[in-house]
């Protein structure tokens, strides 16, 4: 509570100051956009920095790459652009990415793009949707995206000028379904969901499926994020004996839950630990030390996806090694999703009638159908449209074997075949 | 129900590690450290530095941070607090609620947003546990209780019993008095905040080694370490210690009603407290009228 009023005084101070940063920057940045007919502006947000920094860490490599390979710009339609793709940090704050992208709009962008989490995309989208500029996102639940932005199941999509693709909770429930029968359990699952946005829509949508298929849930309630002792959680498993635990937390929420559930000897009877969100980067397993690795978990993106950029024309392998090489820092799975997002926004411009209308631009991503370094992107099959639901591939963390701590390995592939399958899933507990 | 309760105890005595800092420094200077949070974070930034650069154990780290933090005790006490305490009872309060934003946001420009933990430089110490009967007992609560024991004795033995000790109280009481009597007030305050600084650097470390920390994880620690000092009675040490267990056990009560209720709980017994406090007899909740008045004249 007391963190909460010192964020607002943090945010009121910030926006003391932002109209001033706004005004300047704008003043400068003015001069940077070519308003031309002949250059294609790009807009490009993400978390670049703050509490979200370790889903942006990878961008300013990857829009390296891309920025390479459209160095001679792109011919469209039988006439050249340059292509000019403005880049900004949304320093992981709603209300910041939704500044950024009116911004942007101002700035007189073809083509919007934003990446990672709800607090990213769903602001940038809110701002496109209202100015009439496409917009194109991928990396959070899609239907968060959707539902959560004011969409209702049943009735005609409101949404003419945004487009989301990637996983949703249809796609998790098919992984975990898959990932979990990978085992032998007794088919207790104990589930931690936080009191947040992420949290009440995976109960929702989530542990019903789970029961239909068979498995009894274990629910202690939502947790609040902070809490620094999970014994009441951890007795009530340790109780009913569960053999599987899936949970959404942050990363401080995890290590303190595992840490605590190892002191009490639950991880001794888990076979499957199943996390989101936590997970998805390497750092946020070796803090856990010896507790780390088996940990399962799924992947958006794998460097042994068998697809190609449409962009750069690398592949998975390819992109991984390049980042390891350049930065010596092991590879992510936002590489390749940040990467896919701008083959599929490239290869929406070079279908565009023109692509300096922001109405062509929109038709050439509604009927878009094309294969990204990041697997199928196709708007015109998807459960609702405005979406192209994507993979999320059953993964787990083991010891490294090579240079790394920890490598991430598959597990299984429900969500996408293509995927090769390379480890078998190993229980938690021997 | 036995179990949670131990693990609450133990999680007591971490609260009380953090709060003994902050409980010090109002005690002997009539100050509200609000930066006291972010101190500990920048003490466990510095702890986990030396432990990654020169590969040392955490616990040698901590060792060679004590003086360090000693010497920004005395700095800050010499710089920053010295002046503020001549402005009014407020001024110390806003100058180090601005310090405390300032340490935050230096941390985050140098250390950026990563999680960090000192858990991994001492093996399996973090999850390790003994297993009593139906009981398993973490090794490093047990670690974390036994130094805020030992961390708050000392304080309490210093105070008593040495002539540093009886400067610190003569000083805390009447600066101008002890200045008659031949006591340097300015030098005896800031060793007071040195030694308070120290004990911020050990709760750093707890924290590095329980769970995790990046360059915002300041506040919380502020707020647990001031409902402990509130709930255990500013004016003694060991009173600290029962009010770190007490907020431990009012959170771990609050989870066993609903999950979302152990910070919650928390709150709840530290308004109860607070409250109690401004409208009950003042000494009706301190130690001392419990334990009759043994240490009489010692608290303040």
Same mark, same amino acid.
């Given at each position: 509570?007391?963190?909460?009023?010192?964020?607002?005084?943090?945010?009121?101070?910030?926006?003391?100051?932002?109209?001033?940063?706004?005004?300047?920057?704008?003043?400068?940045?003015?001069?940077?956009?070519?308003?031309?007919?002949? /250059?294609?502006?790009?807009?490009?947000?993400?978390?670049?920095?703050?509490?979200?920094?370790?889903?942006?860490?990878?961008?300013?490599?990857?829009?390296?790459?891309?920025?390479?390979?459209?160095?001679?710009?792109?011919?469209?339609?039988?006439?050249?652009?340059?292509?000019?793709?403005?880049?900004?940090?949304?320093?992981?704050?709603?209300?910041?990415?939704?500044?950024?992208?009116?911004?942007?709009?101002?700035?007189?962008?073809?083509?919007?793009?934003?990446?990672?989490?709800?607090?990213?995309?769903?602001?940038?989208?809110?701002?496109?949707?209202?100015?009439?500029?496409p917009t194109l996102s991928t990396v959070m639940?899609?239907?968060?995206?959707?539902?959560?932005?004011?969409?209702?199941?049943?009735?005609?999509?409101?949404?003419?000028?945004?487009?989301?693709?990637?996983?949703?909770?249809?796609?998790?429930?098919? /992984?975990?379904?898959?990932?979990?029968?990978? $085992?032998?359990?007794?088919?207790?699952?104990?589930?931690?969901?936080?009191?947040?946005?992420?949290?009440?829509?995976?109960?929702?949508?989530?542990?019903?499926?789970?029961?239909?298929?068979?498995?009894?849930?274990?629910?202690?309630?939502?947790?609040?994020?902070?809490?620094?002792?999970?014994?009441?959680?951890?007795?009530?498993?340790?109780?009913?004996?569960?053999?599987?635990?899936?949970?959404?937390?942050?990363?401080?929420?995890?290590?303190?839950?595992?840490?605590?559930?190892?002191?009490?000897?639950?991880?001794?009877?888990?076979?499957?630990?199943?996390?989101?969100? !936590?997970?998805?980067?390497?750092?946020?397993?070796?803090?856990?030390?010896?507790?780390?690795?088996?940990?399962?978990?799924?992947?958006?993106?794998?460097?042994?996806?068998?697809?190609?950029?449409?962009? !750069?024309?690398?592949?998975?392998?390819?992109?991984?090694?390049?980042?390891?090489?350049?930065?010596?820092?092991?590879? !992510?799975?936002? $590489?390749?999703?940040?990467?896919?997002?701008?083959?599929?926004?490239?290869?929406?411009?070079?279908?565009?009638?023109?692509?300096?209308?922001?109405?062509?631009?929109?038709?050439?991503?509604?009927?878009?159908?094309?294969?990204?370094?990041?697997?199928?992107?196709?708007?015109?099959?998807?459960?609702?449209?405005?979406?192209?639901?994507?993979p999320i591939i059953g993964a787990q963390w083991?010891?490294? /074997?090579?240079?790394?701590?920890?490598?991430?390995?598959?597990?299984?592939?429900?969500?996408?075949?293509?995927?090769?399958?390379?480890?078998?899933?190993?229980?938690?507990?021997? | 129900?036995?179990?949670?309760?131990?693990?609450?105890?133990?999680?007591?005595?971490?609260?009380?590690?953090?709060?003994?800092?902050?409980?010090?420094?109002?005690?002997?200077?009539?100050?509200?450290?609000?930066?006291?949070?972010?101190?500990?974070?920048?003490?466990?930034?510095?702890? &986990?530095?030396?432990?990654?650069?020169?590969?040392?154990?955490?616990?040698?780290?901590?060792?060679?941070?004590?003086?360090?933090?000693?010497?920004?005790?005395?700095?800050?006490?010499?710089?920053?607090?010295?002046?503020?305490?001549?402005?009014?009872?407020?001024?110390?309060?806003?100058?180090?609620?601005?310090?405390?934003?300032?340490?935050?946001?230096?941390?985050?420009?140098?250390?950026g947003a990563n999680t960090r933990t000192l858990?991994?430089?001492?093996?399996?110490?973090?999850?390790?546990?003994?297993?009593?009967?139906?009981? &398993?007992?973490?090794?490093?609560?047990?670690?974390?209780?036994?130094?805020?024991?030992?961390?708050?004795?000392?304080?309490?033995?210093?105070?008593?019993?040495?002539?540093?000790?009886?400067?610190?109280?003569?000083?805390?009481?009447?600066?101008?008095?002890?200045?008659?009597?031949?006591?340097?007030?300015?030098?005896?305050?800031?060793?007071?905040?040195?030694?308070?600084?120290?004990?911020?650097?050990?709760?750093?470390?707890?924290?590095?080694?329980?769970?995790?920390?990046?360059?915002?994880?300041?506040?919380?620690?502020?707020?647990?370490?001031?409902?402990?000092?509130?709930?255990?009675?500013?004016?003694?040490?060991?009173?600290?210690?029962?009010?770190?267990?007490?907020?431990?056990?009012?959170?771990?009560?609050?989870?066993?009603?609903?999950?979302?209720?152990?910070?919650?709980?928390?709150?709840?017994?530290?308004?109860?407290?607070?409250?109690?406090?401004?409208?009950?007899?003042?000494?009706?909740?301190?130690?001392?009228?419990?334990?009759?008045?043994?240490?009489?004249?010692?608290?303040?």
């Amino acid at each position: 509570m007391k963190s909460n009023k010192r964020n607002r005084l943090n945010i009121g101070l910030t926006k003391l100051l932002a109209p001033a940063l706004v005004a300047t920057g704008l003043i400068v940045s003015g001069h940077v956009v070519a308003a031309d007919e002949d /250059t294609i502006n790009i807009g490009f947000i993400s978390p670049r920095t703050g509490p979200l920094a370790s889903f942006g860490k990878t961008d300013g490599f990857v829009l390296e790459q891309a920025r390479k390979a459209l160095a001679d710009g792109m011919t469209i339609q039988g006439k050249h652009y340059k292509v000019n793709i403005l880049d900004r940090d949304s320093q992981s704050d709603p209300a910041r990415a939704g500044q950024l992208a009116k911004e942007l709009i101002n700035q007189g962008v073809d083509l919007m793009l934003a990446v990672s989490t709800p607090e990213v995309i769903n602001p940038v989208a809110d701002a496109g949707e209202a100015a009439g500029v496409p917009t194109l996102s991928t990396v959070m639940p899609w239907e968060a995206w959707y539902y959560g932005r004011g969409a209702k199941p049943g009735q005609p999509s409101p949404f003419k000028w945004t487009y989301h693709f990637g996983f949703g909770t249809g796609e998790f429930y098919q /992984t975990y379904m898959s990932q979990w029968a990978l $085992l032998d359990t007794n088919k207790k699952v104990g589930v931690m969901y936080p009191n947040d946005a992420d949290g009440s829509a995976i109960r929702g949508a989530l542990v019903p499926r789970f029961k239909e298929a068979g498995y009894t849930v274990i629910d202690p309630g939502a947790y609040e994020t902070g809490t620094t002792d999970f014994s009441s959680q951890i007795a009530k498993f340790k109780a009913e004996n569960v053999e599987i635990i899936n949970t959404f937390p942050i990363p401080p929420d995890f290590a303190a839950f595992w840490r605590q559930a190892a002191q009490q000897g639950l991880n001794r009877q888990v076979k499957i630990i199943q996390v989101a969100k !936590t997970g998805l980067f390497p750092a946020d397993i070796e803090v856990l030390g010896s507790l780390g690795p088996k940990i399962a978990s799924a992947a958006y993106w794998h460097k042994s996806f068998p697809y190609t950029s449409t962009l !750069t024309g690398q592949n998975g392998t390819q992109l991984a090694n390049l980042w390891e090489k350049e930065t010596g820092e092991q590879w !992510t799975q936002q $590489l390749g999703a940040t990467l896919s997002l701008l083959d599929a926004a490239t290869e929406s411009l070079k279908q565009a009638k023109n692509p300096k209308s922001h109405a062509d631009v929109r038709d050439a991503i509604a009927s878009l159908n094309v294969t990204t370094i990041g697997g199928k992107v196709d708007f015109t099959s998807g459960p609702v449209p405005n979406v192209s639901p994507g993979p999320i591939i059953g993964a787990q963390w083991v010891k490294g /074997t090579g240079k790394h701590k920890l490598d991430y390995v598959i597990t299984e592939n429900v969500t996408d075949t293509n995927v090769p399958v390379s480890h078998k899933l190993l229980p938690y507990n021997r | 129900m036995i179990n949670s309760l131990v693990q609450a105890i133990l999680l007591g005595g971490y609260y009380a590690l953090i709060a003994c800092g902050l409980a010090f420094m109002f005690q002997v200077m009539r100050i509200i450290n609000l930066a006291h949070g972010s101190l500990a974070i920048l003490s466990a930034y510095m702890v &986990w530095m030396m432990t990654e650069a020169l590969a040392l154990s955490p616990f040698t780290s901590l060792l060679m941070v004590l003086p360090i933090m000693a010497m920004i005790g005395w700095l800050l006490q010499r710089a920053i607090l010295e002046r503020a305490t001549k402005g009014g009872e407020l001024l110390p309060v806003l100058s180090t609620f601005g310090l405390s934003i300032v340490i935050d946001n230096l941390l985050f420009q140098h250390f950026g947003a990563n999680t960090r933990t000192l858990a991994s430089y001492v093996g399996d110490l973090s999850w390790e546990s003994y297993q009593l009967f139906d009981l &398993w007992i973490g090794k490093l609560p047990i670690l974390i209780f036994a130094t805020a024991i030992i961390v708050i004795g000392g304080l309490d033995l210093v105070l008593r019993f040495t002539s540093l000790g009886r400067q610190i109280r003569a000083t805390a009481f009447d600066p101008d008095t002890a200045g008659l009597v031949g006591i340097d007030a300015r030098k005896t305050a800031a060793i007071a905040a040195a030694i308070a600084m120290m004990t911020v650097a050990i709760s750093g470390s707890a924290l590095g080694l329980r769970g995790t920390f990046d360059a915002y994880a300041g506040a919380p620690q502020l707020l647990f370490a001031f409902e402990a000092t509130i709930i255990g009675g500013v004016g003694s040490l060991w009173g600290v210690l029962l009010g770190g267990i007490i907020l431990a056990i009012a959170q771990s009560v609050g989870a066993l009603i609903h999950p979302q209720g152990f910070l919650l709980g928390g709150h709840f017994v530290f308004l109860l407290f607070l409250f109690a406090r401004i409208y009950l007899n003042r000494d009706f909740l301190t130690l001392r009228h419990w334990l009759g008045n043994k240490s009489k004249g010692e608290s303040l």
